[in-house]
């Protein structure tokens, strides 16, 4: 598994994870670009999980598997192989079993995952405290917060780590028709926001 990490790798508060799904690019190239001018930062930074999908393209990794349905909350199903299928069984995956092994041994006070392209910060677990970071992400990009994606999310990674283990997981759905390098200055204020956090 070749799956890069940034940043604090001894006692960080907050994990930021891009390119869950290889299709949705723009993670990557914001977390590597924060990177250059922040290499001291405090948070935990992946700018790619999803490394097979991003070269060719896809939403699935290499065995076809969407990781953020892999994950083994109680709503997981297999479902239909596509771009939705949630693997053979819970956690097959070897990106989602690596997610999980962070999760569980720095125990994070919240986690950003960045996706594209609905233009909205949603957010799972962490009650009050989840809603607030949403809206102060919110404040910063421009984006409406929702506590529901609007479709059935079976074994994904909010319902895993926000609901299941109430870590406050924040899901920011970027713009695919704004540039990336228009994101930039965006979300680096969130990133600078969350390394105080």
């Not at 977390?31 to 790619?48: D, G």
């Not at 997981?169 to 204020?189: G, H, Q, W």
Request: with cysteine; aromatic share 10%.
């Amino acid at each position: 598994m070749d799956i890069q990490v940034l940043g604090n790798k001894t006692n960080p508060s907050v994990i930021v994870i891009g390119v869950i799904h290889g299709d949705e690019p723009q993670g990557e190239y914001l977390i590597k670009e924060y990177f250059k001018s922040h290499t001291n930062t405090a948070l935990l930074m992946i700018p790619c999980l999803n490394k097979t999908g991003y070269e060719k393209g896809t939403r699935t990794n290499i065995n076809g598997v969407d990781l953020n349905r892999n994950f083994p909350a109680k709503n997981w199903v297999a479902g239909d192989k596509g771009n939705y299928y949630g693997g053979g069984s819970p956690a097959s995956e070897e990106e989602t079993r690596y997610v999980m092994s962070l999760v569980e041994k720095y125990n994070p006070k919240t986690i950003l995952t960045l996706h594209s392209p609905y233009k909205v910060v949603n957010y799972d677990g962490g009650g009050e405290e989840g809603k607030k970071l949403a809206e102060k992400i919110s404040a910063i990009i421009g984006y409406p917060i929702s506590d529901d994606i609007g479709y059935p999310t079976p074994g994904s990674f909010g319902t895993w780590a926000g609901i299941e283990r109430n870590i406050p997981v924040i899901t920011l759905e970027l713009s695919e028709d704004t540039a990336v390098k228009e994101l930039k200055m965006p979300v680096f204020k969130i990133f600078e926001m969350l390394e105080k956090y």
